[in-house]
């Protein structure tokens, strides 16, 4: 089993800042958000996030988890994409020519220039740009169980997971799918 590297769990931790099982939103807030970027050290403590810049960041995730469903087997909203790719163009990236090691990848990181919000928000979107460009992000997933849609590693072999947890996820699936064929039966 391969461990989630830590652009991963970046990413994996953003998304799931929505529990669509339990109704909450970790980041519903501009002062959630900026509690948020602050604990996982993309901003400065005490430097805040306008409404704007929350806007931007709740499209993004919004995306980036419509892209995730899609690893699973879903369909992207194409509405929810478009809001998403809007948002990423006034996040702009600026790759370097310097390494971040003497064999080191190229580092790809937010334009400098932008405010400390939208530099944070840049730098989820350029882990979310090495994920794709490394492959890596295939194995992030949204579970394919709509009442869940929480977002998991995928550590199988062949990246054929569909569940965040057989156990639940996916036996509720299977019972479901039984219970229709046994429908299906009683109605011939």
Do not use: Y
């Amino acid at each position: 089993m391969r461990d989630a590297p830590p652009a991963a769990r970046l990413v994996e931790s953003f998304v799931n800042t929505v529990d669509v099982e339990l109704g909450t939103d970790g980041i519903d807030s501009a002062e959630r958000l900026s509690a948020w970027l602050t604990d996982q050290g993309l901003l400065p403590a005490g430097e805040g996030v306008s409404d704007a810049d929350h806007r931007l960041g709740l499209a993004l995730r919004a995306g980036i988890r419509e892209e995730l469903g899609a690893h699973a087997g879903g369909a992207p909203d194409a509405a929810v994409v478009a809001e998403a790719e809007s948002a990423l163009e006034s996040l702009p990236l600026r790759a370097a020519l310097r390494r971040s090691g003497p064999e080191g990848p190229v580092v790809l990181g937010p334009d400098p220039r932008l405010p400390a919000a939208r530099r944070a928000l840049a730098t989820l979107a350029a882990v979310w740009s090495e994920l794709l460009v490394t492959g890596e992000s295939t194995r992030l997933k949204r579970c394919a169980e709509h009442a869940c849609a929480w977002v998991f590693w995928d550590v199988s072999k062949n990246r054929s997971r569909r569940w965040c947890s057989m156990r639940v996820c996916g036996n509720r699936a299977k019972a479901r799918r039984f219970a229709a064929r046994q429908e299906t039966a009683a109605a011939d």
